[in-house]
């Protein structure tokens, strides 16, 4: 049987991530919160909009109101990545060999591992970051669609248009597609290949969560009463196919998804703060946690695939620990 360790803390969660093994909550008030033979905390903003965990060097990436880019690392080193002034930083993004990415206002910036800065300005805000899985490519979430550009080189952007605000991006790990989260109740998506579209509606609410799974085969999502799950196998993608509708329940809404590190099983999280992880191959759930205080807005595992880090809008936070 799962056992939680509750950690409850006062305010929105905004990431739960394990940095050297330890659970870090980051609240939006700018403090980051750890378990390590106690609770301790750092804190790394005057206000937190924006987070992503870099894996490749194991530290959370942050953004917040008082124009500061930070990396926060296993241990809690922290370093200062970009200082912009008074202007908020809206998104961040961890790419690779060190490379981060963060947007304020018409602006992303493209930061390599020397410090180099790249910026791209755009038409409209930037209200989403990522990068691509291979190369060093970065998508970014605009009005009207996305753009993708290359920042080590000088060539042209590649621009992906749908009518729509699109609020959040993210790269297929095979690179193929790029999927949107948009202001509507909708994800839209392209084939990298030849643009192709793909519709991906009928959702209740709006996606504010997104996860891919191990091999990529799967894009898991929020937004509905299960958690919605888009097959990526063909060539295809998710055109003319139905999802997976995991972890159903008719009275309570999908808010954050974590798909398991190796395994084809999601961590589903809802606005009652109830977890659920489900297996895509049978549907068959186990409860990880009974409703809580407030809608979960963060989840992720750990490396040794047994524990699972979990916040909510109401700073009921903690650590699920599958083993028992």
């Known amino acids: 049987m799962p056992t939680v360790a509750p950690l409850d803390l006062e305010g929105h969660c905004i990431a739960a991530v ?4 330890v659970p870090h909550f980051a609240l939006a008030d700018g403090v980051v919160h750890l378990l390590d033979h106690g609770h301790k905390w750092t804190e790394l903003h005057d206000g937190l909009l924006s987070t992503a965990f870099d894996p490749a060097r194991s530290r959370l990436i942050t953004g917040g109101e008082d124009g500061k880019v930070r990396a926060l690392g296993a241990g809690d080193a922290v370093e200062t990545l970009a ?12 790419g690779p060999q060190g490379a981060v990415a963060y947007a304020t206002g018409k602006v992303a910036s493209v930061r390599f591992a020397d410090g180099k ?33 290359f920042p080590a080189t000088e060539g042209k952007p590649t621009e992906l248009e749908w009518a729509g605000a699109h609020t959040g991006i993210t790269f297929s790990s095979d690179g193929n597609y790029v999927v949107t989260t948009m202001q509507e109740n909708a994800l839209h998506g392209w084939r990298l290949s030849d643009a192709k579209h793909m519709r991906m509606s009928g959702y209740p609410m709006k996606v504010k969560s997104l996860s891919w799974s191990a091999k990529g085969k799967w ?19 998710p055109m003319g196919k139905a999802p997976l509708e995991l972890g159903t329940r008719g009275n309570a809404a999908v808010t954050c998804v974590a798909c398991h590190p190796s395994e084809d099983i999601v961590a589903i999280g809802y606005n009652d703060g109830m977890i659920l992880a489900a297996r895509f191959a049978d549907q068959k759930e186990v409860l990880l946690r009974r409703p809580g205080k407030g809608a979960i807005t963060a989840m992720s595992w750990d490396d040794d695939e047994r524990r699972i880090a979990f916040g909510s809008e109401t700073g009921d936070c903690g650590v699920i620990d599958i083993a028992g």
């Not at 200082?83 to 961890?94: C, F, I, L, M, P």
């Not at 409209?124 to 291979?134: D, H, I, M, Y």
């Open 18 to 21: 394990f940095l050297g093994g």
């Open 83 to 94: 200082e912009v002034g008074r202007k908020w930083v809206t998104s961040v993004a961890a």
């Open 117 to 149: 800065v790249k910026d791209f300005v755009h038409p409209r805000s930037v209200e989403g970051l990522a990068f691509a899985p291979k190369g060093m490519r970065i998508g970014v979430a605009r009005y009207n669609g996305a753009t993708l550009h």
């Open 219 to 237: 894009l898991a999502s929020s937004g509905a009463p299960a958690a919605i799950v888009w097959p990526f196998q063909g060539k295809d993608g």
